[in-house]
């Protein structure tokens, strides 16, 4: 069985996947009672995690400039924001988590660059300070982000970031994965040209499979809210403390 914490940080990772996710649908996947994921959900609500919906519930971003400290993806947010620098290049992986980090940058003047259109749309609608700039390329509905081989190109040249922000979907401790191989070549490219990289690795993301990998680059800072598996070894990793060791129970019976 696991404990609250490490189920409600699964809920929370798919609901910024998926945008929504309906009560019963989350009781069969995580093997529990409806009453237990109402109980979730009506606790979540409270620190501002999502919002609760007929039948289930719905991801709701941090707001800007409001104190958001308490939120598990803050806390994780703020960890990545503390290595960007004033007047940085960013390079942004098209995941919700990337607008989570943007929230904690505050008023920092940096560049922010992306090729996601759902990222760009979302920050747009905001008055943030950072300049944002988009890569241009060509749909990949497959995928979701803009792509082309003189939009991958432009992270060498014209929009080359200082730093890349990476939130792959599955982590092991040699390799980053992706669903999706253009997402995997970009992921290598904005490494490459950064030559640092901040790799965001929700807990999800630690037990979880997907098809198309890429080694774990050089010059990089893994950074989780919970503790690395035991076979997991890295010599820069951050762990967030406000889940122990004593709060998180391993058990091999349930497959994220």
């Given at each position: ?8 940080a699964?809920?929370?990772r ?46 709701i971003?941090?707001t800007l ?59 747009a ?14 749909m ?43 997402r ?21 993301a ?51």
């Open positions: 069985m696991y404990v609250a914490q490490e189920r409600r699964y809920i929370l798919i609901l910024q996947q998926r945008g929504s996710i309906r009560s019963a649908t989350l009781a069969r996947e995580l093997g529990v009672t409806d009453e237990t994921i109402r109980t979730d959900l009506v606790d979540m609500q409270a620190q501002g995690l999502l919002q609760r919906t007929h039948g289930g519930a719905k991801y971003l941090p400039g409001k104190d958001s400290s308490a939120r598990p993806d803050c806390q994780l947010a703020a960890l990545a924001a503390a290595h960007i620098k004033p007047g940085m290049c960013v390079y942004l992986d098209s995941d919700p988590l990337a607008l989570v980090l943007v929230s904690q940058l505050g008023d920092m003047p940096c560049t922010l660059v992306t090729n996601s259109p759902e990222l760009l749309s979302k920050l609608q905001s008055p943030l300070p950072q300049q944002l700039i988009c890569t241009g390329g060509i990949n509905k497959e995928c979701g982000i803009l792509d082309a081989p003189a939009a991958l190109g432009s992270l060498e040249q014209e929009h080359k970031p200082d730093i890349a922000l990476l939130i792959p979907p599955a982590v092991r401790s040699d390799v980053a994965a992706y669903h999706h191989p253009a995997t070549a970009w992921a290598k490219a904005a490494a490459a040209a950064a030559g640092k990289c901040l790799i965001m690795v929700p807990s999800l630690l037990h979880a499979h997907a098809r198309h990998a890429m080694p774990l680059p050089e010059g990089n800072t893994l950074i989780t809210e919970n503790n690395l598996p035991p076979n997991f070894n890295h010599p820069d990793t951050e762990l967030i403390p406000y889940i122990s060791a004593e709060d998180l129970l391993q058990a091999s019976a349930f497959d994220y």
